[in-house]
């Protein structure tokens, strides 16, 4: 069965076309883009490459790199299924993109949806929300990096991606972490024996507790919004600060 979506313009009534017009969205811009597959490891492009084609995540998760001069890497971002990827508006990609998990994309051609953009009323404020969000945590990421201890470094870490599986905005206690510590480690600008250790002392205080080898779950919900800095220690249990709605953008 056709959707209204999909039909001829001409075979819609007005009133069709208009909720049609109205449910546009970047998501729907991708939605007639057959799936890829990429195995985890797999580069979806490097830096430097012609940016030919803009991908939304559709499964899994990416991560997003650059390689340091002295062959060091630095993990910008994680991107989950409903993000975009590869939207510079360059001529090349500024940054790698490597499969964490096994992905699944769709990809636009670049040219192609910036026109779709340029064209679309609708479209153009959502891209713009998607870039404020990418800088949003492009500046949480420099304070978390510039000002933030290891211990403060990897609860906040762990608090935004309870926030990314939160449901009806209450925070999942819950949190599956598919990226190794390594990852994490080259994302907080820390070393892999500090991460270990660090979570170590974690359990070891039972602010967390580790189900499985990527399943973590938190157990002291006001104690890791504090030691993240997210709360003063004298204010009210109740009132935590806002921080970032996303972890994962590139910077």
């Not at 007005?14 to 990429?38: G, H, M, R």
Request: aromatic share 6%; hydrophobic share 45%.
């Amino acid at each position: 069965m056709l959707s209204a979506s999909n039909l001829p313009r001409q075979a819609m009534s007005t009133s069709q076309a208009a909720q049609a017009e109205n449910t546009l969205s970047l998501a729907s811009v991708f939605n007639d883009k057959p799936i890829e597959q990429f195995a985890a490891g797999t580069p979806l492009f490097w830096e430097g490459d012609k940016a030919k084609h803009v991908f939304e995540v559709v499964e899994g998760v990416l991560r997003i790199f650059k390689i340091l001069n002295d062959g060091r890497r630095a993990i910008t971002g994680f991107l989950y299924p409903g993000d975009l990827v590869g939207v510079s508006m360059r001529d090349v990609y500024l940054y790698n993109a490597e499969a964490v998990t096994p992905v699944k994309v769709r990809r636009f051609a670049s040219i192609a949806f910036q026109e779709a953009i340029n064209l679309s009323p609708e479209l153009r404020p959502q891209l713009f929300a998607k870039l404020c969000d990418e800088m949003a945590s492009a500046q949480d990421q420099m304070v978390l990096l510039s000002r933030k201890n290891a211990e403060e470094r990897i609860c906040t870490f762990l608090l935004m991606l309870a926030k990314r599986m939160s449901r009806n905005n209450n925070l999942s206690m819950d949190i599956e972490i598919p990226m190794s510590r390594l990852d994490m480690a080259d994302y907080l600008g820390l070393t892999i024996e500090t991460v270990s250790r660090t979570i170590t002392s974690l359990i070891g205080r039972g602010i967390i507790t580790q189900a499985g080898r990527h399943d973590i779950s938190i157990k002291k919900l006001d104690t890791i919004l504090r030691l993240a800095g997210l709360v003063d220690a004298d204010e009210p249990k109740s009132t935590p600060r806002e921080y970032s709605r996303q972890a994962v953008w590139p910077t």
